[in-house]
């Protein structure tokens, strides 16, 4: 069965730190490009970061210096690690498999990230 299954998320207070993880089953997410994906309440879908099968990797502005995607290709695993958590980081957050085109063929069902003030 092909699958992301993500995990990591909970509530935190402003300045902490998570991690969040997305384990892949029936895909090699080694070779496939994989991004994090957030939407908070009331709005759209915000990709935030995403590495290539190349381990490039890229960021929205709005995470820059504080999220960090990686990637264990020995335990089929995307990672993000969330430092100094803000209210705005609070969103569902997806791993999604990326494109070519820059789009999204294959989501997760989200794991939810809570951050008070």
């Known amino acids: 069965q092909v699958q992301l299954v993500e995990s990591g998320g909970g509530m935190m207070q402003s300045g902490g730190s998570l991690r969040l993880s997305c384990v892949a089953s029936g895909v090699t997410a080694s070779s496939d490009d994989m991004s994090w994906v957030r939407q908070a309440p009331g709005k759209g879908p915000e990709s935030v970061s995403s590495t290539t099968s190349g381990d490039n990797r890229y960021y929205a502005e709005s995470v820059k210096g504080h999220f960090t995607i990686s990637r264990d290709n020995d335990r089929n695993t995307l990672y993000q690690q969330m430092n100094s958590l803000k209210p705005e980081d609070t969103a569902l957050h997806y791993c999604?498999?990326?494109?070519?085109?820059?789009?999204?063929?294959?989501w997760g069902r989200g794991t939810q990230v809570t951050v008070s003030s």
């Open positions: 999604a498999r990326t494109t070519k085109w820059g789009d999204f063929d294959l």
